[in-house]
């Protein structure tokens, strides 16, 4: 893995606009940052990346298997008992998945390792999936980057095809919050990944849904709705004042009831308890178990919901903060990890985002902050093949 400096595009600016890429900056700070690039070679990508990311996630899906059967692990994963029995229903009835994200760290010696799995509402999609695809096209034109340089991206591909497969005579709606434009501009790229799939779409805002006679959900000229993908956290639909409504299974969601296994830190620690050892996984524990690190070694603690860095916090062996970010998530439960610090390139920290879609590894996209933490306004940049 090679980091370096490339000349941006001349009118970077327009290309986002034409391209609807409205979030390339966030609060007036860069957020696509195409003014270095990552370079890998394909033996890399196929052993270090792809290999992993497909073992991992079979794994994940044997703990799916085991939680759905066991009440002390959906207790620790402080996932409502409401919904269990309609959660292990969705697994048994093999309700359709679409996609994931699992966040690596890897300094380019050794295997990767699991940080936490973005499997409900991962974003940084359509940067991965098409705008870093198109700015290497354009770059390898340029002669910026090797002329046959490819990319670790069969991401766009990949949901169309999965999309084809959830074909129905159905609308499929897409939902999200109305106050993100970052969410927002994800749903459209999937909405216009559905439509080229050949499916019939429509939007509306998750605060747009209505509530129909006899407990159906409705959008906005009273159709009842029956299949919608949202970008909305499952935990939060739990705890929403509708949401016993999902007992019903009336609707098909995407992402399905039992991925709010695999969105919970929870899996970290489960995932080493059946996986002892692995050579992806770092040891992580449940607060009130016996650390998985010997004493003095340094971990992270990662409230059961966080999104997007809140509240996790770094300690140093000797229980000093290394590092912390704020959030919305203090007073949820906690897990603990063992720190494994990011690759360091000067003043940046690096993360690797492994694309999952239709349960294969499908294509890659990287972060960088300037603290161990990596959060939502985080940088991405492009990374290409060569070699």
Excluded at 128 to 151: C, E, H, K, N, V
Excluded at 176 to 181: D, G, H, I, L, P
Excluded at 327 to 340: L, S
Aim: proline share 6%; charged share 25%; with cysteine.
């Amino acid at each position: 893995m090679l980091r370096h400096n490339v000349p941006v595009r001349p009118g970077l600016d327009k290309i986002a606009e034409d391209h609807g890429f409205d979030f390339h900056i966030i609060d007036d700070e860069v957020y696509w940052d195409e003014s270095r690039a990552y370079r890998f070679t394909l033996r890399q990508i196929e052993e270090q990346i792809e290999k992993p990311t497909a073992e991992l996630h079979q794994m994940c899906l044997d703990i799916v298997g085991r939680a759905v059967k066991d009440e002390h692990i959906m207790e620790q994963l402080a996932i409502p008992p409401l919904y269990w029995d309609a959660i292990a229903q969705s697994w048994r009835d093999g309700d359709p998945s679409l996609y994931g994200r699992m966040d690596f760290v890897w300094c380019g010696n050794g295997p990767v390792k699991l940080l936490e799995y973005n499997a409900d509402t991962p974003t940084s999609l359509y940067e991965s999936a098409y705008f870093q695809w198109l700015w290497m096209t354009d770059a390898a034109s340029a002669g910026i980057i090797p002329r046959d340089a490819d990319q670790y991206n069969a991401i766009q591909d990949k949901l169309i095809a999965r999309f084809g497969e959830l074909y129905g005579s159905d609308p499929l709606y897409f939902c999200c919050c109305q106050e993100s434009t970052e969410d927002r501009g994800t749903v459209l790229y999937l909405e216009d990944c559905a439509r080229q799939a050949g499916l019939d779409t429509r939007f509306l805002y998750v605060e747009e849904l209505g509530l129909g006679v006899g407990g159906v959900l409705t959008d906005l000229d009273d159709n009842v709705i029956r299949r919608a993908f949202k970008l909305y956290p499952l935990e939060w639909m739990m705890r929403d004042e509708n949401g016993p409504l999902l007992c019903k299974r009336r609707e098909q969601w995407l992402e399905p009831l039992w991925k709010s296994i695999l969105s919970n830190k929870g899996l970290l620690p489960l995932l080493w308890r059946y996986f002892p050892d692995h050579p992806n996984l770092l040891p992580a524990w449940f607060d009130g178990e016996s650390p998985a690190i010997p004493a003095g070694g340094s971990y992270v603690q990662k409230p059961l919901f966080s999104r997007e860095g809140g509240n996790i916090t770094i300690y140093d062996g000797m229980q000093n903060i290394i590092d912390s970010a704020d959030g919305d998530y203090a007073e949820e439960p906690v897990i603990y990890q063992a720190f494994a610090p990011l690759p360091r390139f000067g003043d940046s920290y690096t993360l690797l985002g492994s694309w999952i879609v239709d349960d294969e590894a499908v294509g890659m996209g990287i972060r960088e902050d300037n603290s161990l933490i990596t959060k939502d306004t985080s940088r991405f940049v492009p990374h290409y093949i060569a070699g």
